[in-house]
């Protein structure tokens, strides 16, 4: 059991959006910053958004990120087939002192 | 740009001490604001923080690994290490380094920003 809650999996179509939630409580996400991770298939996580809605360089505006109150959220637009990945979130739980994620969403493009 | 790479054992017997090792390329250890982070994914499953380590030697585990795991660094040899103690086969996973951006003051507001390749480990007899 993840102390983030993710759903297990969302789908979507070429071209369309989709956002991924990720749910939290007051000690990691209500007073933290989320990070967010796409893994594909057979290789390491990679960062998409740190700080709650920050993209490192290289990573194009198609995703996004937001965060209210205890949940925060991924978007991505214009959804490609190599979108097809494992997605996680992550932030520190103050209770815990420790670094968390969620359980994983698997995003289909269909 | 700076690179990882974790080395050793994929096999570790019930028990023993699992040692794992990330050589950093491409950029100093000791250049500051980094954290050098172990994550682990168990086969089919999401990841699992198990600790980082400042250059300056500071460490920060997993509270529920803790009192198994050691977290070390080598800035002559750009390397920073994992051992677990005692391990099992709820142990067998998919060891990735990380290095970890932002900062551990109170709370710790970091993001992985750079992952090595990842290497399995599996514990059996």
């Known amino acids: 059991q993840s102390v983030l809650t993710q759903p297990p999996s969302v789908s979507a179509a070429p071209g369309q959006k989709v956002t991924i939630s990720c749910s939290g409580s007051?000690?990691?996400?209500?007073?933290?910053?989320v990070s967010w991770y796409q893994q594909l298939p057979g290789t390491a996580p990679k960062l998409l958004i740190y700080?709650?809605?920050k993209r490192p360089s290289g990573i194009p505006d198609r995703f996004s990120g937001s965060k209210s109150g205890t949940s925060a959220t991924l978007g991505i637009t214009g959804l490609q087939t190599g979108d097809e990945a494992d997605y996680y979130c992550?932030?520190?739980?103050?209770?815990?002192?420790?670094?968390?994620f969620g359980g994983g969403t698997k995003l289909t493009v269909l | 740009q700076v690179q990882l790479q974790e080395s050793g054992p994929g096999l570790v017997k019930p028990s023993q001490t699992l040692s794992l090792t990330c050589t950093v390329s491409?950029?100093?250890?000791?250049?500051?604001?980094?954290?050098w982070s172990w994550i682990r994914q168990h086969p089919g499953k999401g990841l699992e923080w198990i600790g980082y380590?400042?250059?300056?030697?500071?460490?920060y585990y997993n509270p529920s690994l803790k009192s198994r795991v050691t977290i070390s660094v080598d800035t002559s040899k750009n390397q920073f290490s994992l051992k677990l103690s005692s391990v099992t086969a709820a142990d067998t996973a998919v060891y990735y380094c990380?290095?970890?951006?932002?900062?551990?003051?109170?709370?710790?507001?970091?993001?992985?920003?750079?992952w090595g390749q990842g290497t399995m480990v599996t514990v059996s007899s």
């Open positions: 990380a290095r970890a951006s932002g900062d551990c003051g109170g709370d710790c507001d970091i993001a992985f920003d750079i």
């Open positions: 491409g950029g100093s250890i000791s250049s500051g604001g980094y954290y």
């Open positions: 380590i400042y250059y300056s030697g500071s460490t």
């Open positions: 007051s000690s990691n996400i209500g007073n933290n910053y």
């Open positions: 700080d709650n809605n």
């Open positions: 992550g932030t520190w739980d103050s209770s815990l002192s420790a670094e968390v």
